[in-house]
């Protein structure tokens, strides 16, 4: 079975600085990873994906991630947060080799940014 | 394209009361998702389709809660009757499954406000 865990509830970080969200996960086989971001009173969006490849990816408003296989982990990252960046930030998984389509969520982690 | 569709965008109803969600996808996705948010929960997957078929039901709640697909353009998440602790974020997610690479991207409606008083 697929997991993911994002360590850190809240995450806190002045503007301009450099942002850092944690997710691990677990998974039996070479998992597709995903971020998702959702800002307040909206839908969850995509905002980078890990199928196969580079390892490093890079997603839309300056944030990326890198794929490491030997920690099982998959930050995002930004070198200079902005205040729109304060959001509600969703890891997760998937099987490509399943017929399924489901994409297994973690809890989320909220950012907010300080002026 | 006009993206994941869910109506209503907000719902007030009193306990007992039966409430009906309503989502249409993404043209020409063959999964479609139901998911429950909450602060303490967070992000549940409730139910999820494939060509119109119930694929996975076990997010289900409890038997108060039903979900249909009657056709590729439409589902319903119907809750009878409806208690205060359902009070939630509803979202409807759509993805394709075709081709050689499942990308399993999916995408997210706007999600539907519901408060049961």
């Known amino acids: 079975a697929q997991s993911v865990t994002q360590l850190g509830s809240h995450v806190s970080v002045s503007e301009g600085a450099l942002v850092l969200l944690r997710c691990n996960y677990s998974s039996s086989v070479p998992p597709y990873l995903f971020w998702y971001v959702q800002y307040p009173n909206q839908g969850l969006q995509l905002l980078l994906k890990y199928t196969t490849g580079a390892t490093l990816v890079k997603g839309i408003n300056g944030f990326e991630a890198e794929f490491k296989k030997s920690e099982t982990s998959f930050h995002l990252t930004k070198p200079s947060a902005h205040m729109s960046d304060a959001a509600e930030y969703f890891c997760?998984?998937?099987?490509?080799?399943?017929?399924?389509?489901?994409?297994?969520f973690g809890s989320g982690t909220r950012l907010s940014i300080r002026p | 394209d006009a993206g994941v569709i869910q109506s209503p965008r907000h719902e007030v109803t009193e306990m007992g009361q039966e409430v009906t969600l309503r989502c249409k996808p993404i043209s020409g996705h063959d999964y479609l998702f139901w998911y429950r948010q909450t602060m303490m929960r967070g992000l549940e997957l409730l139910i999820y389709?494939?060509?119109?078929?119930?694929?996975?039901d076990s997010g289900m709640p409890e038997d108060r809660f039903s979900a249909k697909m009657p056709n590729a353009s439409f589902s319903t998440l119907k809750i009878q009757p409806s208690e205060p602790r359902d009070s939630a974020v509803y979202f409807c997610a759509s993805s394709s499954g075709q081709g050689f690479q499942l990308y399993n991207e999916q995408f997210f409606g706007p999600g539907t406000r519901l408060t049961v008083l």
């Open positions: 997760a998984v998937s099987d490509p080799y399943s017929s399924a389509s489901k994409i297994i």
């Open positions: 389709f494939n060509n119109n078929v119930p694929i996975d």
